[in-house]
Structures are given as structure tokens and as C-alpha cells.
């Protein structure tokens, strides 16, 4: 999509990694169609150049050039950023300064483009990015972007001078979120002690924008290419959110409450791929809670189409769901039991058994040959030597009951496990919690690997417990994490050489237990959650107690629906009145 620039302004989309990631990244795309529809508008897409294609200024000498129209990046008017994961940022600041532009939001002058960010990782925790970004922007971006480009493209007519027109977006633009003009005070233990806004006119939390079910579009590629994860599969966002409530998933709170598109809606969204002839991928937090589901996917069986859908629940897999995925020609199921033992799995307020997870192998072996996967977790809050050990347990009886109901075809596809370890994520109840010593993991990681060796057809993989430990620290960490961000470019990538020449501590921030009291880094962010309610969730998990999944509407336990319920109340008192919790 190619634009004349004309009286237009011109907006460098980026995502932090490489084309063939980026352009797998659904809302990287909704937002480039959201920017491109307007006609005062030219957003065209930046993406760090591939390995072989590295140089410190590109082959012509203007440095990061578009995709679009090899425009060079410095000449935008604004630069933004789309932030999904925590392990891309440092190629944040490989983009800048491939594109010329200054890396320090404070060093940048009325001749540099603004540089922005969105996405999810923006409405979780955007301080450790705080140094190099002018302003975030904060939520859903359909709820955001064409308010802000209105004000944006005010401004820019009138106005050169690049700190006015971020005081006055800060000021004017709902979900905008500007570090420069906010200060942190620390004690001497490293605890944040004050945040305090520099100007009065500006306010002291920001509000995450959000769509109600009416207003929120149904979401899908509007380019498709080969060269992606998905290759040429247009995908579909089916809801967003979920309502399960597992203590550990940021998803599950900041995209509350739950919401789910039509059927009709969908259905009609669905006839019109299958006409092009593209194959779906169907997208959700939990794709067999989405209502209709079976209808959505018959209908696409029925119509000679093809789908893959991502992680299912065990306890709302149903035989029509599992049936049309193998008509569809999916030979691979992914369940997510995230832990072994019926005990951890109430800790981390799963909803679901032993019997729930073996009664859906169990379908899903009749139903064809299909591999398995299965997402655990290890160092999760509370986890013993037991828990771990149940993991195997129960692969073991999943594989039996695979073979089992495989045995009248005298064949059983691989059983794959993917087991990562726990981070600690903003906005759950366990945010307060640290994530478990390397050492620990990776002790736990080599029993699992020793144990389930001895099991033929079942394969293990674990995530990197180093960029584990690392993610927890973009994860949790303030402001001070720019200055190791900064550190980790200047010593191209190095982790290890970056944490040895530093006075800042990542384990302060890694392993460190953290107060109900304390001021976080991020509690700036108004999701509409009381701190409350996470902190009386929290205590459940401890006590490995479940509490209910969401009641959208119906309940106000959370905040996002409603009025503070009774025990909330009461906890908000214990905590003013300083009772220990």
C-alpha cells in the first residue's frame, strides 16, 4: 500500500524484529490499515533488517529506508513503535539508530521525527523503555489512533517545536503517556519512594483505552504474504481477552473484560476468505470458549476450507471441534495443563483436573492421529519438588491413554512438550511474586529432560531460563532499566558483559519478593483493576485456593464492571488500617 505524500502526515510504522515476525504480528497489521484508511494519513512499515542485510547505513547512505518507498526513517513525521514482546527491545534501539535518529528522547531536536509505541507491552510496563521514547500510547489501538492523529495533525499545521506538542498531547489526548514529564524519587534500598507529574495540568495515572463489544471490530490480515509465520493464512481475532481468570496471564486482565465478536458477524467475515480462497487461522485467548465455535469451524469444513487454531482448552474441546479440525487437515492439538499437579493448578487458578485433561487425550486420540502438545510451567509461586515430579506423571498417563485409544491403528503420533519458566507479569496477582533462581531451573529442567527421556514418542523443549531471567527484568523493572538497555547496545547485545560493568542489580528486580505497600513501576496505569481485588487473589494462590472466572457484568470483584463488592472493602480497610496480609 503506497500513498503520495502530499499535504500528508507521515507516520514510520516499526516493529523490533524482522519482516517475516513482524508480519505475523495481527495488530502490527490491524494498525498500518487502521493509519492508511484516513486520507490525511501516509503510515508506511519499517522492520530490523535481516542478519545479512546489517550495515550501519543502509546501501544508499540514507540510513533505515521503508518498505513502501525507501523513504529514509529520520524524515517521518512520527515513529511508531509496535511492542509484543520483551526480548525485541533491544532492537529498538538498532532501528533508531540505523534510521539516524538519536537514541535519547531528551537529546532529539524539532528536526527529528516524534517517536511513539503502542501494544501490549506499552499497557503493561513501559518504564524500562522511558529514556528513548517521547510519549506511549496506551490500549486498544481502534479506541486510540484516529482522536490522536486528529490532535496530532492540529498540531503539526501549526506548531515545530516538538516539547509543546507533547506537552499539549499530554495534556489533550486520552491514553497518552509522556515519561519526560513525570519524576521518580527512590529511597536508598532502591524502593521507588514518589512519583510525582512536573506540570499539574497534566494527569497523575493514565487511563488505558478500551472498546466496548459494540464498538470493536472484528480484526484480520489486510496483507498477506508467504514470508510469515503463518504462510498466507489470513488470520481472525474471534474475541479478546478471556475470562478464566489464571492468576499468571496479563492477557486475562488487561484486555478485561472478555469480549466475543458475533457469530454472524464472524460467520459472514469467514464466507467472505473462504470466497478469496485463503486459508484461516483462527485467533483467541481460548478459542474453544468462544461461542458458536463449532459452527464457525464446521462451516469452514464445510466449505472445503482449511484452519489451524492456537492453544485450546482441555475442559471446552468438544468432539465436533476436534472432528473439524482433523477434516480440515490440522494433524497437531496444543492443551496448555501449564502444571502437573491438581494442587499448583489451583494455585495458579487454572479450572481444570486430571480428569478433564486425560478425557480430552482421550477424544482427541480417537478422533484421529493427531500429535500432541503441552504447555507446563516451572517456577511457578509455590511450586515443590512434588509438583515438578507430577509433570511427569502426568505426560506418562497421557501417553497411556493415547496409545490406548490409538490402538485399532496400530500408531501413535509424538506427544511434544514445551515447558517455559514462570514470569512474573504486571497487573496479576502475581506481579509481587520473583521469578525462581536459575540454578533451580535449570535443575528442574534437567530432571524433566532426564525423566521423560526414558519415554519413547515424547519430546521435551524448554525456553532459555537466561532470557527468561532477562524478560522478568523488562518485565518489572522502573526507569533505571534504560541505562542497561542503553549499556546492553552499546556492547552489541552482550548480556553478560552489560550486567558485569553496571552498578544497577537485575536481581534486585528479578528475585526480589515485593511488597503489597510498595510503590511498582507501573501502578501509574488505570486498567479499571483494584489493586484489591489482585492482592486478595494473590493470597488465594497461596492458600491454593480457586476463586470464580469472570462473570462479565454480573459481578464486581475485579473493578472493570462494577462497584467494589463487601470483601474488598474490608481488605482496602485492613490494608489502610496496616494489618499485615
Known sequence: MQKDW????????????????????????????LLNRRQDVVAERFFLPDVQEMSPTGDSGKGLVSVESLSPLQKFDLVAFSLSFENDYSNILKILQLGKIPLLSRERTDFHPLIAAGGINTFLNPEPLAAFFDFFLLGEAEGIFDSFMDLFRDLKRFNTDRREIIKIMAREASSLYVPSFYSIEYYDNGLIKSRHVIDPSIPESIPVSRLDLDTLPVRRSTILTRDTEFS?????ELARGCGRSCRFCAAGYVYRPPRFHDEGVLSSMIEEILEEGHPLGLLSACVSDVPGIENLTGLIVERGGRYSVSSLRADSLTQDMATHLWEAGQRSIAIAPEAGSERLRRVINKHLTQKQIIDAVKMIAKTGDFSLRLYFMIGLPT??????????????????HMVKESSTRGKIRQIKLSVNCFIPKPFTPFQWFPMEDLSSLKDKQRRLKKALSREGGVKVSFDVSKWAYIQTLLSVGDRRVSSLLLALHENDGDWTKTFRNRDLNPDFYVYRRKSFREILPWDFIDHGIRRE??????????????SETCRVGECTRCGVCGQRNKDELSLHKALSGGEEL
Open 232 to 236: 498466507g493464512k489470513v488470520l481472525v
Open 383 to 400: 511450586e515443590t519438588r512434588e509438583d515438578v515430579e507430577e509433570i511427569v506423571s502426568l505426560v506418562k498417563k497421557i501417553k497411556h
Open 533 to 546: 481485588h489482585l492482592i486478595k487473589e494473590s493470597m488465594l494462590a497461596l492458600r491454593a485456593e480457586e
Open 6 to 33: 502530499g499535504g500528508r502526515i507521515s507516520v514510520a510504522l516499526a516493529y523490533p524484529n524482522v519482516y517475516r515476525i513482524g508480519m505475523s504480528n495481527l495488530g502490527f497489521q490491524v494498525v498500518y490499515a
